[in-house]
């Protein structure tokens, strides 16, 4: 940020701060000013920038867009959808006419992290609060394994007109049941 931007933050109220006759201002007069602006600063709107912040970031970490292909790093994309989903049930209470607009942007950013070669996040999967929980690796092989199972044994298909493993399970909402 250029010293010419009003920044509640730093109390420059886009001036540089300057002491009585022009000189460079004092601690305790730096420390009144920024007193001043914090007074004025909500917490949600500390909150919408953080969101705005994150994805942002996360897109430019996508490394889709010209000149930041040398930034790309999934992980760091992850980190920022994961963050803002969990931020948004605060920012539905606190500023619900933002949400809309938020949603847009982070299926924006989860379309561009899998566009990357990321994982989508499984449907319904979500842990905690609101982000998804990566499972913890298996030994032997055992990765997905049922108890009991040889690890051999091959998914059975679903005959025709039965539900599927997501239905079954429940997972899977269906209208008008």
Known sequence: MS???NDPRTGTGGH???????REPT???LRSAYEAEIKKIR??????EDILTLVNLGMRRTGLAAGTEDERDPGQVR??????RALLPL???????QVGQIRDALSQLQLAFVK????AAPAGGEGGAGGTREEPAKPDGAEGARPGATGTEEPVAPKPGEPGPAQRSGRLWVPGQ
């Not at 540089?16 to 022009?22: I, K, L, S, V």
């Not at 980190?79 to 803002?84: F, G, L």
């Not at 990357?116 to 994982?119: F, T």
Request: proline content about 6%; charged content about 25%; cysteine-free.
């Open 16 to 22: 540089e701060p300057t002491g009585a006759g022009g």
């Open 79 to 84: 980190m920022a959808i994961e963050s803002v």
């Open 43 to 48: 917490v949600e709107h500390v909150l919408l």
């Open 91 to 97: 920012l539905e209470q606190t500023a619900p006419k």
């Open 27 to 29: 601690e305790e007069e």
């Open 116 to 119: 990357i070669g990321g994982q």
């Open 3 to 5: 010293t010419t931007e």
